[in-house]
């Protein structure tokens, strides 16, 4: 499991976020992945692209975990 901080932000977008820890090669195949319900917050699927990611919250895209901390 990787960890990824978001110091000094309340949160980031799943869709950044994706992008960010490189997961996805770029914020457009992030959301269309999110829209088909590949990505798990917190073992639910989320299809909301933007959805806020806070630090504590676990994400999980093919078969790799990103925990977010502050």
Same mark, same amino acid.
């Given at each position: 499991?990787?960890?990824?901080?978001?110091?000094?932000?309340?949160?980031?977008?799943?869709?950044? *976020?994706?992008?960010?820890?490189?997961?996805?090669?770029?914020?457009?195949?992030? %959301?269309? *992945?999110?829209?088909?319900? %590949?990505? @798990?917050?917190?073992?639910?699927?989320?299809?909301?692209?933007?959805? %806020?990611? !806070?630090?504590? @919250?676990?994400?999980?895209? @093919?078969?790799?975990?990103? !925990?977010?901390?502050?």
């Amino acid at each position: 499991m990787r960890e990824f901080s978001i110091s000094g932000h309340d949160f980031i977008p799943l869709c950044d *976020l994706l992008k960010a820890a490189n997961l996805t090669a770029s914020g457009g195949e992030a %959301k269309h *992945l999110i829209a088909e319900g %590949k990505v @798990q917050v917190d073992g639910a699927v989320e299809t909301r692209k933007r959805c %806020k990611i !806070r630090a504590g @919250q676990l994400v999980e895209f @093919q078969g790799q975990k990103v !925990r977010v901390t502050a």
